[in-house]
């Protein structure tokens, strides 16, 4: 069965929630290799990045309790 966003998203607030803190690369990285590519795209600077729909939910699941920290590319509870 595929993957959802949803599903993604809610992978990535249970990892914050454990750990504290989820670095984008090895979101990426988890996200390829157990949800699947069609999550992860190239963005205009030639970086990857997390599909729009899997950031629109997982926003919407944690409520402003994760914060993007961006200059070392991580979530982070709040």
Same mark, same amino acid.
């Given at each position: 069965m /595929? @993957? +959802? @966003?949803? /599903?993604? @998203? /809610?992978?990535?607030?249970? /990892?914050?929630?454990? +750990?504290?803190?989820?670095y984008q690369t090895a979101a990426i990285e988890y996200v390829k290799a157990n949800f699947g590519e069609q999550f992860v795209f190239r963005n205009e600077n030639g970086n990857e990045s997390l599909d729009k729909e899997v950031k629109k939910a997982f926003r919407k699941l944690h409520g402003g309790r994760i914060a993007w920290d961006r200059d070392l590319f991580m979530w982070a509870w709040t």
């Open positions: /595929e @993957a +959802t @966003a949803q /599903e993604v @998203a /809610e992978w990535m607030v249970k /990892e914050i929630r454990f +750990t504290g803190s989820l």
